[in-house]
């Protein structure tokens, strides 16, 4: 199946600091989406993009849709504790989506 | 509330055994979807369905098996053709304009 690339693979930051992390594709997409995911549970969808050049915002976090509709990036500001976890891309084409193997967070105080 | 809820969120099976995970969703959602998740790695697509009635194979669907039978709900079968079952498993359902995923909570089956 399709696949995307999603770096880095891992970070530690420092609490406070901000964080990028981006998500490329051999492949087109008509959407793109950004989730998080807690230890043992479901995906949570944060971010959601439409259309190609978009930017949006979700309080402290920033998403852009590439231009070219193959990446992908999600920033973090002023990152703190709760912001750990699993960050997956995913890109929607026709009816189906695929995702990134995610960026393991982890914020140390 | 509405939402998707997956049970149970623990499941122990015996190896041979059949094991059915349930995903139950009252968003009104057309189309659904099951995917794995082993550690340290993405989502992999099992099945979905798009319509009642109908479902495809989707990467790994080798040694699983769904029905569709009502818009609400998406059961999956792990059957004992599956040879590695023990991982996470993660129901999702996405709307009308299919642009957005929507997961549940997991459920995580263990082969003792």
């Known amino acids: 199946g399709q696949q995307l690339n999603q770096s880095p693979q891992s970070m530690f930051i420092q609490e406070g600091e901000d964080v990028s992390m981006n998500c490329t594709s051999s492949?087109?997409?008509?959407?793109w989406l950004w989730y998080k995911q807690d230890p043992g549970e479901g995906p949570v969808l944060l971010i959601a993009?439409?259309?190609?050049?978009e930017l949006t915002s979700n309080g402290r976090l920033t998403a852009q849709f590439g231009i070219t509709r193959k990446d992908s990036f999600l920033n973090i500001s002023a990152s703190i504790p709760s912001d750990v976890g699993i960050y997956f891309c995913?890109?929607?084409?026709?009816?189906?989506?695929?995702f990134g193997p995610g960026t393991r967070l982890s914020v140390l105080p | 509330d509405g939402g998707i809820t997956q049970s149970p969120k623990y499941l122990f099976r015996k190896e041979g055994q059949n094991v059915t995970l349930s995903c139950e969703q009252n968003?009104?959602?057309?189309?659904m979807y099951w995917y794995r998740q082993d550690p340290g790695q993405g989502l992999r697509l099992i099945y979905y369905?798009?319509?009642?009635?109908?479902?495809q194979k989707g990467d790994i669907a080798e040694g699983y098996s769904v029905s569709r039978e009502k818009k609400e709900s998406f059961p999956l079968t792990v059957t004992s053709a599956q040879k590695n079952p023990t991982a996470f498993y993660l129901c999702?359902?996405?709307?009308?304009?299919?642009?957005?995923?929507?997961f549940g909570q997991g459920t995580r089956l263990t082969v003792v």
């Open positions: 999702a359902s996405s709307g009308e304009m299919n642009t957005e995923a929507f």
């Open positions: 968003l009104n959602h057309d189309a």
């Open positions: 369905s798009q319509i009642v009635n109908d479902f």
């Open positions: 492949s087109i997409f008509n959407t």
């Open positions: 993009l439409y259309k190609a050049g």
């Open positions: 995913a890109g929607q084409l026709m009816r189906n989506f695929v």
